[in-house]
């Protein structure tokens, strides 16, 4: 198995994701290969369905592509290397950071795919079911909002839909993450498998949850609404009703109940960060950190007119850097360390120690 992921591949997953990279970068690294290199390949895949000026058949012929070529090298057969020819053309002819690197995600999809070979065969599979799972729900997506638009928004259905797709995107992350974690770090831990594996599912719902939230207004101009369809007839609303700011007033009831809904998931993230073994001080800090700038996230959420443009939600870099340092100074603190939770959630400023 490799040691780390080569340094090629550190840098790009530098590139593409900020956030993420501050929790690879300080988990064990027994377990930063099967991690990394699993991100990036949903990251790649995530790159393919959503290269727009692509034709959608051609993106989900892509998909197949890799999902047979990582199904391949996970069962021990040689791939055959997808064509990612037209898709990385494509990210060729914008410009800006962002698509520079998500250009070489695709220029090096055959390599990540190979790399894969180079894991124990436990982790080939955990990896290659994780991907399963995450390119049908793409292909699913596409199939659902791909001919979506601005003027022509589709929704989801239900909150069974909403469910569905966050677990797709994130809760099956939750699960992976946990499967790696329990084999490579502490595999005769006396630990409530069953609530572990439940718990990260609802962790990474939760994330996802978050993040649909904060890119309302984004996602609706994009033809896009993972709200249900059904909870914003209740409310006498429509997707398309909600590209007018005005509409906040009819809306902010539904919203608010995702919110604690999000602040509900997140907690069950913060009871299995808590039920991890104590002496995995770097796994603990690795989850902590997502569900506290999540956590941050709603915090702020909750006090502007999302549907508005101009007040686009983010964590800023300052706040994300006092929440990492608060929670290494707190960990030795049992009491100090179970207030961060509630704190990063309150309205106020996040403040040094």
């Known amino acids: 198995m490799t040691k780390a992921l080569p340094e090629p591949w550190e840098a790009l997953l530098r590139q593409v994701s900020r956030s993420f990279y501050l929790t690879l970068r300080i988990l064990p690294g027994t377990i930063r290969p099967q991690i990394g290199l699993a991100y990036l390949l949903a990251r790649t895949t995530d790159t393919i369905a959503d290269t727009r000026i692509v034709p959608l058949d051609r993106r989900r012929a892509a998909l197949r592509e890799m999902r047979s070529a990582i199904r391949a090298v996970a069962d021990g057969r040689n791939a055959e290397e997808p064509d990612l020819g037209e898709l990385t053309d494509a990210c060729s002819v914008s410009a800006g950071r962002r698509l520079a690197a998500e250009r070489s995600l695709l220029e090096n999809a055959g390599e990540m795919i190979s790399l894969l070979g180079s894991l124990t065969s436990e982790d080939r599979c955990r990896i290659c079911d994780l991907l399963e799972i995450i390119t049908r729900g793409q292909d699913a997506d596409l199939a659902l909002f791909g001919m979506a638009c601005e003027d022509r928004i589709v929704a989801l259905e239900s909150d069974d839909d909403l469910e569905e797709y966050t677990y797709r995107v994130a809760g099956c992350v939750g699960e992976f993450w946990t499967r790696v974690c329990r084999t490579h770090l502490f595999p005769r831990a006396d630990l409530d498998e069953t609530f572990l594996l439940c718990s990260g599912i609802r962790f990474g719902k939760g994330l996802q949850l978050v993040n649909i939230l904060r890119d309302l207004p984004e996602d609706l101009r994009q033809g896009r609404c993972y709200l249900p369809s059904r909870r914003l007839a209740q409310a006498g609303l429509e997707p398309s009703s909600l590209l007018d700011p005005g509409a906040m007033g009819s809306f902010r009831p539904l919203y608010a109940g995702y919110i604690r809904q999000a602040e509900e998931l997140l907690a069950a993230g913060w009871t299995y960060t808590n039920a991890l073994p104590r002496s995995q ?73």
């Open 281 to 353: 001080v770097r796994v603990r800090l690795a989850c902590a950190w997502p569900i506290l700038i999540g956590m941050r996230t709603l915090a702020h959420l909750r006090s502007v007119n999302v549907l508005d443009t101009s007040q686009r939600v983010k964590v800023s870099r300052g706040e994300v850097r006092l929440l990492m340092i608060r929670s290494v100074l707190c960990y030795p603190r049992q009491t100090a360390w179970d207030r961060l939770f509630l704190q990063a959630g309150a309205d106020r400023a996040i403040r040094p120690l």
